[in-house]
């Protein structure tokens, strides 16, 4: 029996991610950097923890791409006011800028594909997501 939602899914996340890559590196990032750059212009400041759980990456890959993010004048880490043991991660005015462009480009892409797919195909993938979500009741992000 074929896996009818992992591959598909898998396929769509890889197509994504390659497509991204060339829109991503224009503006001088990869795209899991521009993933964390948009979320951090949406969410920051943020927890390094929050950041592991969101992106499922070792805490060590996460803190040399924030090494990287920050030499570059992206990001900043400053003291988490609330426990002193820990970091807050969020965008320079340069990372804010550049969350926006990027969220153009998600947001010019994201209106190519609506125009490929009827509300009733819309209303399916939006089903098939929100089953996907009871299935593995996860939560990444604390709401």
Not at 88 to 117: K, M, Q, S, W
Not at 137 to 142: F, G, T
């Amino acid at each position: 029996m074929a896996l009818e939602f992992l591959s598909p899914l898998h396929k769509a996340s890889r197509q994504i991610s390659v497509y991204l890559e060339a829109h991503t590196r224009e503006l001088g990032v990869s795209p899991a950097e521009g993933h964390v750059i948009t979320y951090l212009g949406s969410y920051g400041p943020v927890q390094v923890g929050e950041l592991v759980r969101v992106f499922g990456m070792k805490q060590s890959t996460l803190t040399s791409m924030l090494d990287r993010l920050e030499r570059a004048g992206m990001v900043l880490r400053v003291p988490n006011p609330d426990d002193r043991r820990s970091f807050l991660v969020d965008t320079t005015d340069y990372g804010v800028d550049l969350a926006i462009r990027l969220t153009n480009v998600l947001t010019l892409f994201e209106e190519e594909i609506r125009e490929c797919i009827t509300d009733q195909e819309l209303a399916g993938f939006r089903a098939v997501m929100a089953a996907v979500d009871q299935v593995t009741r996860v939560q990444l992000r604390e709401r």
